[in-house]
């Protein structure tokens, strides 16, 4: 009996700690990295990307966004889609021009930092509706840095 009341205890012991790395939000609302990278002077416009981590504990679907590499503000997507849930955008900037993102809509706001030649990211926790993208740098939306994130 003592035996089986140990084993017990054993599982249960484990099962916490399997739990206890489970969950748990980190509250990083953005990152960047100054990383130099250099662009492929292609770009697909007006696509819509949309990629999920399979595999259960709510992985952040991850959707990516570059800035043109010769540095004219524009983005090399138009629309992006996503499910609901926890949501991360990379954009990537090859050039030398200063461009950030920013995701706004449904009481969301969430933007990353501003910089050139690297990548940054943001992660929202994001509801079923239409949210905006575009570049915060100052007349960068004005000049058509922007699109559309569709979540369903």
Known sequence: ??????????????LAVVAAGCGGGDNNDSSSSGSSSSGSGGSSADTTESSSSSG???????????????????????????KAGKVTITMDNPSSTPHAVEVEGNGVEKKTNTLTQGKASLTANLKPGKYEFYCPVDGHRAAGMEGTLTVG
């Open 1 to 14: 009996m003592r035996k089986h009341l140990m084993i017990l205890a054993a599982m249960l012991a484990s």
């Open 56 to 82: 259960g504990g709510g992985a952040a679907q991850k959707l990516t966004l570059t800035a043109d590499p010769s540095g004219a503000l524009k983005f090399d997507k138009k629309t992006l889609a996503a």
